[in-house]
Each structure stands twice: as C-alpha cells, then as structure tokens.
C-alpha cells in the first residue's frame, strides 16, 4: 500500500450516518481500518458543535497486527499475534520483530494523535478543551512468556501512559504516581 498522507484527515467524512445507528455501528468499526477511523473522527471535531461536546475515540493504535510505518506506509504482510510455539510464547526473532513493528507503528500513532490535537487547535477548542489520551494495556514482547501474561511483562502491561491536558493549562507536568483506570472516570468528572 502507498503511504498514507497526514493530510488524509482533513479530506472531509461525516460520522453522523454511524452515530445515528448507535453503539452498535461504532463497535463494529473496531474491525475497520484504525487510520481511517481517526481521520474521521479529527473531521468530526468541529467548532460549531454545540459546546460543551464530548468528542470520544477508541482507537486500535498501535494494536497487532503491526502494519504502520512511521511514515504511513503499510507492510504488505504483517505481523500479528503469531506464529507461535506450541506453548504459546513467540519464538525469538518473531518477538524482536514484532516489537520493532510496534515501535514504529507507535511512531505513526503519534503522528495521528497530533494530528487530531491539530484539528482542536484550527478549530480553536484545544485550550479549552479536557483531552484525555491513555491506553487500556500495553504489550509484552518476552520470548519466553506469552504477550498478556503477568509472568515477567508486568512493566510493560500494567503501567501505561496517560496524557490529560486541562482546560486553559499552558504547562505540562509529569507524575509517575500509580493511577487504575477505575480513576479517569471520576477524575474526569472533578474537572
């Protein structure tokens, strides 16, 4: 496939069609085409939106199988969860690849992320808007346990990012305290 361009996300769409049919129509777009998707939705952003709005996306990136380039590009034949050994783990080399491909799809969601930071900001909400971005886990790439087991990956499964940016704040900081994603609802709604 050709590399994908970051101007893709202001080509137009409309997610009213999928919105209108509920919960139903956006869960079946995680199979889809995750790029795509958040190009979507960073068009769906959009000023003159009754204010305030919540504007939410599940987005599968980076997720395997590992597709993207930093550039956008797609590998013809990624890889995915396997192959796999009879035990269930990754063979060596398998696991070095994969966790290569992750590095560099984690390189083109970046590029994705900041591309919807850019809709907020043409769009004038960024500085008043509450952005959340986070993950739900992260990935184990050990050849000798398997990718979501606690034997060993719990540095790289447990302990994900997040970024929560508040309305008006100009100055970032970082706290490594521990946080459980039982918490971003009611911090969420402090702010």
Do not use: C
């Not at 599940?58 to 199988?65: D, F, I, R």
């Not at 769009?123 to 986070?134: A, E, F, I, N, P």
């Not at 970032?172 to 994603?181: F, I, L, M, S």
């Amino acid at each position: 496939d050709a590399p994908a361009d970051p101007a893709f996300l202001d080509n137009g769409g409309d997610v009213a069609s999928a919105a209108s049919k509920g919960p139903t129509a956006l869960f079946a777009n995680l199979g889809g085409d995750q790029v795509a998707r958040a190009g979507t939705f960073a068009r769906s952003i959009n000023a003159g939106d009754r204010q305030p709005t919540l504007y939410f996306l599940h987005v599968l990136l980076p997720h395997s199988p590992y597709r993207y380039l930093p550039d956008g590009g797609v590998y013809g034949n990624p890889i995915g969860r396997g192959p796999q050994t009879k035990a269930g783990t990754w063979p060596e080399g398998v696991q070095q690849v994969n966790e290569q491909r992750m590095l560099m799809q984690l390189a083109w969601t970046d590029k994705v992320l900041g591309t919807v930071i850019d809709r907020l900001k043409r769009q004038g909400l960024y500085d008043k808007s509450l952005v959340v971005m986070t993950a739900d886990h992260g990935a184990g790439f050990s050849p000798a346990v398997r990718g979501r087991d606690l034997d060993g990956n719990e540095p790289t499964l447990m302990w994900v990012p997040m970024f929560l940016k508040a309305p008006g704040q100009t100055k970032g900081r970082v706290d490594d305290r521990n946080w459980e994603h039982v918490d971003l609802l009611p911090t969420l709604a402090d702010y």
